[in-house]
């Protein structure tokens, strides 16, 4: 049980870290879309991830990119896609394709983080916090 952590916000990683490590995970913990990608390669790493929680923007890059390699690896893994800004107009399409890819709005609540860990997709639907909800009114 293992949980891939890509955020180039250290406090957020760490964050995150130390939420999984609370719930006994394993964490792979990465800054850049070139780190997530290369632990990705390590043996036996993907067979392991019980979720992936990844940021959209890592530094000046998408992290889409990683999105997209996991999909190609495991298409029915569970991802986390995290923001702190508002959906853009690739997000929706993504999610509505996307059954096993969930979005959470920085700053998020603990409980919430804490929750997808455990049961990544027993949220009941793809929007995870109020706020989102009118983007699809």
């Given amino acids: 049980n293992t949980v891939l952590i890509l955020d180039d916000v250290e406090s957020v990683a760490n964050l995150l870290h130390r939420v999984a490590t609370g719930e006994n995970l394993n964490v792979i ?3 850049s879309n070139t780190a997530a990608l290369q632990a990705l390669e390590e043996a036996d790493q993907l067979a392991r991830l019980r979720v992936a ?15 997209r390699r996991l999909r190609e690896l495991s298409p029915t893994l569970p991802i986390v896609l995290m923001s ?10 993504l999610l509505a394709k996307d059954r096993h890819t969930v979005f959470m709005l920085k700053p998020f ?9 455990r049961d990544p997709l027993g949220h009941g639907g ?7 909800d009118s983007a699809f009114s």
């Fill in 109 to 117: 609540e603990l409980s919430v983080a804490r929750e997808l860990m």
């Fill in 53 to 67: 929680f990844l940021d959209l923007m890592v530094g000046t890059e998408s992290g889409l990119t990683v999105y």
């Fill in 126 to 132: 793809n929007l995870l916090q109020r706020p989102l």
């Fill in 84 to 93: 702190g800004y508002v959906f853009n107009v690739v997000i929706p399409p």
């Fill in 29 to 31: 913990k990465a800054y």
